[in-house]
């Protein structure tokens, strides 16, 4: 019996949208073409844009130009998109190679199927390309990135409610998720009124978790250098373990181990190598939000007051000057030809 305090999915008619449909039935006929609208590519959708709109807010504070953050955003979300579905693909081989299967559901993103691990990857490629092209620094749009990214995939996860897919195992507790039959996913043999692991409330819950206590983290020791991205890998490939171990899609296995927990305990490992690394070559604040040579001045000219030091621009050209009076020993420097 269906508990009381259950989570129902959503109806078919909330998880494609017929926009062309709706446009005739209040009186426009002459709109002809059928428009299917997701409501998880709107889900994908709305997560891009809080998580432009929240990395601009934290590359604006840092120095940076506004709004330059679209223009890594025109790199990264491309790759993104193609690098999470083809990890995504490769990782449920089932559900895309086999005798009649369409070989178009590959590209048909909009339907569902997207893997945080594979975007990532291809994201900072991404954003590796945009921080040429813009003149930023890639650690510095990487750790203003990192809330943003939680809670873009926060978004992304309330997608995975509309598809009704990525459940976990059988429960019994009073949140457990409602699942419509038939499901591929759903074991032979489970009663009709069995409910599952709400898998994608857990992470939703947990990424926004993440936000906050990375913007708590940021604000009382100020993590930059690609530190605060370390946290993110950390926070999420924790979590991702878990919520992982109790899903119940089909993935791909190695040493009787989901490929995608593998992948979550890689990206812990990596945040750590991060911190640790960074750590130790940059002991003071970036100067600057733009590597050397590409500065941005607004028209108000605000100097910055912070002090850093010499092991921070060991490398990249940079002299080592306080925030305060780089502007005049910079313009002595020049005079003096030093």
């Keep these: 019996m269906i508990l009381p305090l259950s989570i129902p999915s959503p109806p078919d008619e909330w998880r494609v949208f017929n926009l062309g449909q709706w446009l005739r039935d209040i009186g426009l006929t002459w709109f002809g073409f059928d428009v299917n609208i997701y409501a998880y590519a709107l889900c994908i959708l709305a997560g891009i844009i809080v998580a432009a709109w929240l990395t601009n807010r934290r590359l604006v504070a840092r120095g940076a130009e506004p709004w ?118 759903i074991p032979i043999g489970l009663p009709e009124d069995t409910l599952f692991h709400p898998t994608f409330l857990y992470e939703i819950i947990w990424n926004l978790a993440g936000v906050a206590v990375m913007l708590l983290l940021d604000a009382r ?11 993110y890998l950390i926070w999420y490939g924790v979590g991702r373990s878990v919520f992982e171990t109790i899903r119940l899609d089909p993935s791909e296995l190695f040493l009787g181990i989901r490929v995608n927990v593998w992948a979550a305990w890689a990206a812990v490992v990596v945040g750590l190598v991060i911190i640790i690394v960074q750590s130790r070559r940059h002991t003071g604040l970036e ?25 921070d621009d060991e ?24």
């Design 221 to 231: 020791i100020r993590m930059q250098w690609g530190k605060l991205l370390g946290v």
């Design 287 to 311: 100067p600057s939000p733009y590597v050397p040579g590409r500065e941005w001045t607004p028209e108000a000219g605000v100097d910055s007051q912070d002090v850093y030091t010499d092991s």
């Design 68 to 185: 330059l953050t679209l223009d890594v955003v025109l790199f990264a979300v491309p790759l993104g998109i193609i690098g999470g579905r083809i990890y995504h693909v490769l990782t449920h081989p089932g559900d895309y190679f086999f005798d009649g299967a369409d070989l178009w559901a590959i590209v048909r993103v909009w339907e569902g199927g997207m893997a945080i691990f594979g975007a990532l990857i291809g994201g900072a490629i991404g954003v590796w390309i945009g921080c040429r092209v813009t003149g930023l620094r890639f650690w510095t749009f990487a750790d203003a990135l990192a809330p943003g990214l939680l809670l873009a995939q926060a978004f992304g996860r309330l997608g995975n409610w509309f598809n009704q897919e990525l459940f976990g195992l059988p429960t019994d507790l009073p949140w457990g998720l409602e699942i419509d039959r038939p499901n591929s996913a």
């Design 315 to 338: 490398g990249n050209g940079a002299p080592a000057v306080s925030g305060a009076t780089g502007q005049a020993a910079a313009t002595s420097g020049s005079s003096a030809g030093s």
